[in-house]
Every structure is written in structure tokens, then in C-alpha cells.
């Protein structure tokens, strides 16, 4: 069995993180758990280290201030890279992402690099969200195939499972995004090393507690970066 190791970001999600360690381990008991907190403040560090000093395979990742979502996940593929992982599996803390998918995906990982929880496939799709959830979602993923070539559909979700070894050959300090934009910015970088890609598919579900972070600030910071992203690859090397 591969060396798994499971990322979830997260920022005051503590009444979902204490519910979802849990699951994280019935689903997947051969896992390492690396939750990377941004210093919330509503005590998800605290919770995390509480169940850290019972399970040695759950760990917390500190970091002082809330910085974005792209650098939270950098941080976790470091981990993963710098400790010799072999696999890295990421999926949000809120729920969205039911664990009860994750065997799925370690079966699509087993034939390429690059395994997505797709919403949008045969067999996905997405619970409880408004029309402007549904067009932002849409839309960036439309301009992520456009600008990146990307041939994956469902290209602004977080829940995948890579290949260490794949991603041991990006360079990840020509990394330009620092929010959600890093989702789709991963997988472009991926694409220039010759990942090969597979999805599978789930049901996003709305998420249990809290508020999300999405907004329309963060969807036209991802278009500017993805656009960057497109610049460059039309340049070629």
C-alpha cells in the first residue's frame, strides 16, 4: 500500500474538522492526516492538536495568518515531497467533499498521476448551491480548458489525489497564484510534466457549519491568473 498522505486547509472550520478527522480515518486507516490551519481564530488549531496527541498520524501545520488558499496548499505538497510521500489526497474541511468517495478516487489514482473528485461527469454533481454558485463554477472552469488546454472538466475543485513523484518535477517557485486560482494553476503545472489525468465522480454537497470564502473577488482573481497562465503558454518554454 502507497504512503497516502491527506490535506485539508482549513480556516475556522473547528466544528467541521472535529467531526471529519474521524471519518478521514475510518475511510482511509493507512493515511497520514496534515491539516493546515491559517491561525483561525476560532480555535480549529487548538482542536487539531487535541486529537493530534491521541492519533500520531494526525498532524497540524501552523501557520500565522491567513495568507490564501494557494499557499496553504503549496505548503501541504511540500510536506508531501519533503517526507517522501507517495501520494498526496486533498479534499475540503467543511463536508463538501464526503470522505465516503475517497477509496474511488485511490482506485482512478492507481491509473494516472492526477485523480479529480469531478462534479462534472457522468454520475457528479453539486447539492445546495444558488445560480451564482453554479455560473462562477462554470465559468472559470470554461476559461481554465480555454487559456490552460486543459482537457479535465471539472478544473476548480479541490478534492484530487497526485502522484508525488509527478509532482517532484515542478518547479513550485514559479508558482504565481496565492488563492483558489492555485487550483487550476496546479493542474496546468501538472500538464507541463506530462501528468496523465482521470476523474470520478462525486456530489458536492453545500457545506455542514460556517460560512464559505468563495466570492467574486477571489473568481476574478482566479480569471487574472489563469489568463497570466494562458500568456505563457502561448509563449511556449
Known sequence: MKRLLITV????????????????????????????????PD??????????????????L?????????????????????NDYEQLLNLDADFSHSPAYIPDLLKTAETCDVAIGSRYVTGG??????????VMSRAVNIYARLFLGLRTRDNSGSYRCYNVDKLREINWDLTVAHGYAFLEEVLFRCQ????????????????????TKINWKEVAAAMWVILRLGLQRLAGP
Open 125 to 134: 454533481g453539486v447539492v445546495g448551491w444558488n445560480l451564482k454558485r453554479h
Open 192 to 211: 507541463q510534466v506530462g501528468c496523465t489525468f482521470g476523474e470520478t465522480p462525486i456530489v458536492f454537497e453545500d457545506r455542514r457549519f460556517g460560512v
Open 9 to 40: 486547509c482549513t480556516y475556522n472550520e473547528v466544528e467541521n474538522i472535529r467531526l471529519l478527522i474521524p471519518e478521514l480515518r475510518s475511510v482511509a486507516p493507512h493515511a497520514d492526516i496534515l491539516v493546515i490551519d491559517d491561525n483561525s
Open 62 to 82: 501552523h501557520r500565522p495568518a491567513k495568507t490564501g488558499l494557494g499557499g496553504a496548499l503549496l505548503a501541504g505538497v511540500r510536506h508531501a515531497i519533503n
Open 43 to 60: 480555535g480549529t488549531g487548538a482542536a487539531v492538536a487535541a486529537l493530534a496527541t491521541a492519533d500520531r498520524q494526525v498532524r497540524l
